[in-house]
């Protein structure tokens, strides 16, 4: 890929989606994936009950094998839980889940950017609106050149990135903690840290309003609307660890409660 693009210049840097990943993990130190609606909220929730999570990027039959294979329950698609299988993609069921929990998040989004990045090699954190500023503070100690990922969106029939502008601003707040010197900030990373500053006083009127916000409220799922946007209400960091989220401690740099 051309050089052009890879923010190589600068230690704080901003892009989005698969590509985005494929270009600037293999120059940075740290990847923060954002999916602000909802997988690294999922993730941020779940692992903040002391959970362990494992991205999986495909749902469908081998998602039920890799599942058992760890000993783990399956977050099913929203409106698809049952009994058997109580915990979906959204943030808000998985606020029951038990200490030592093990579950398999399969998100063809935000699954397959973290372990695309963490095949690169760079550390990888899931953050969110809610975890920003603890997310910032780890990144900062996990390495100088610290990367952030929006995710987007999909649109259903091209099945090409939709930038969302829940994971701009949730880009953007990430980044607001930082704070990075201006000089060491891409030009990307300074729009996406401008977009969160323009959003901040209303934070939970964009989430509520913007595409994906009013998708999920008329789909009966505006709980996890109001769980997103509840900005840094987590000290938790997930940071993906032998291809599972675990919480890193800030003390030890190493996973742990």
């Known amino acids: 890929m051309s050089p052009y693009y890879d923010q190589s210049a600068y230690r704080t840097r901003f892009e989005w989606g698969p590509e985005g990943v494929r270009a600037l993990a293999p120059h940075s130190d740290v990847v923060v994936i954002v999916d602000v609606l909802t997988f690294s909220t999922a993730v941020d929730v779940a692992v903040g009950q002391g959970a362990t999570v494992f991205p999986y990027r495909w749902r469908d039959a081998s998602a039920e094998r890799f599942a058992r294979e760890h000993d783990a329950a399956l977050a099913v698609s929203r409106g698809a839980t049952s009994p058997a299988h109580p915990f979906s993609l959204s943030p808000a069921s998985l606020q029951g889940l038990a200490p030592g929990a093990r579950l398999v998040l399969p998100s063809p989004n935000g699954a397959t950017l973290s372990l695309l990045a963490a095949e690169a090699g760079a550390a990888v954190l899931a953050g969110s609106l809610r975890n920003a500023a603890a997310t910032a503070r780890a990144a900062a100690a996990l390495g100088r050149r610290v990367t952030v990922i929006a995710a987007g969106e999909r649109w259903p029939v091209s099945d090409t990135l939709r930038p969302s502008i829940e994971d701009l601003i949730g880009a953007g707040a990430v980044l607001s903690a930082l704070d990075a010197p201006e000089p060491t900030l891409s030009p990307e990373a300074a729009i996406a840290l401008a977009a969160f500053a323009a959003a901040a006083p209303r934070l939970r009127q964009h989430l509520d309003a913007c595409a994906s916000g009013r998708e999920l409220r008329e789909l009966g799922f505006g709980q996890d609307v109001a769980v997103a946007a509840e900005l840094n209400a987590s000290g ?21 409660a």
């Open 236 to 256: 938790s960091v997930p940071i993906l660890r032998d291809g599972a989220y675990v919480r890193w401690s800030r003390y030890t740099r190493e996973p742990g």
